[in-house]
């Protein structure tokens, strides 16, 4: 009779602590999920360095341009 309680009382433990595992593991598999995703969201919205350095160079030639021009502009007027 002693073992029967024993054995029911064992049971329950172990499929209760089973029970609260598999839900840890479930909300780390979805965590893990989020996260993933997440890096693709960002990848998606910021830019690279090389990227970055490419359109500032854009700029800086188009400001460069922009400033030969005035040069010209501001000798025919003198």
Not at 5 to 11: E, P
Request: net charge neutral.
């Amino acid at each position: 009779m002693e073992h029967t309680i024993w054995n029911a009382v064992l049971s329950v433990g172990v499929s209760v602590a089973g029970f609260f595992l598999k839900s840890v593991f479930d909300e780390v598999k979805r965590l893990q999920v989020l996260i993933n995703k997440t890096r693709e969201e960002i990848a998606k919205e910021y830019v690279t360095k090389t990227q970055l350095d490419a359109d500032i160079n854009r700029i800086f030639d188009r400001l460069d341009r922009l400033e030969s021009k005035i040069d010209r502009l501001m000798e025919q007027h003198k």
